[in-house]
């Protein structure tokens, strides 16, 4: 009878203490929902229609089609070097790799696109996260 009571005991001591220690262990194993930082805010009107706004200090460069934006990291996929946006396209002055507008890859030697940054617009700024 006795050792019944023990087991019951147990038993419920288990179901209290495995859920809390699921949880902890959850809690601590799950990545922190870590909002990206504002990297610069530009007004849209600053943006030309079917160009390009490069922000060289910040490495980043916003490309306008119509109504739609994509913000691309400058820092080359090869070896970092900053690239430059010019009417032809986009150009790494380091090694010469070439990349299209959404920044995909023409020529290498960068075998990696250029890094899509998140771009929000908030009435008529636009915020860029990375
Ligand atoms: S660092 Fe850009 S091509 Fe090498």
């Known amino acids: 009878m006795e050792t019944n009571r023990h087991t ?3 038993f419920i ?3 209290i203490t495995l859920p809390l220690l699921l949880a902890g262990l959850w809690r601590f194993l799950t990545p922190r929902g870590v909002k990206k930082q504002a990297l610069l805010q ?3 009107a600053d943006i030309p229609v079917g160009g390009a706004l490069a922000f060289r200090s910040e490495r980043v ?3 306008r089609e ?3 934006f994509v913000a691309l990291s400058l820092v080359c996929t090869h070896l970092g070097c900053t690239v430059s946006v010019t009417p032809e396209g986009m150009v ?3 090694h010469g790799s070439r990349f299209d507008r959404l920044g995909k890859v023409l020529s290498g ?3 990696k696109s250029l890094v899509r940054l998140a771009v929000e617009q ?3 700024d636009l915020v860029v996260r990375g």
């Open 42 to 44: 530009v007004a849209v």
């Open 8 to 10: 019951r005991r147990s």
């Open 122 to 124: 908030h009435g008529n």
């Open 66 to 68: 119509g109504d739609s």
């Open 61 to 63: 460069a916003i490309m």
């Open 109 to 111: 030697p960068a075998e």
């Open 92 to 94: 790494c002055p380091c």
């Open 13 to 15: 001591a288990t179901l």
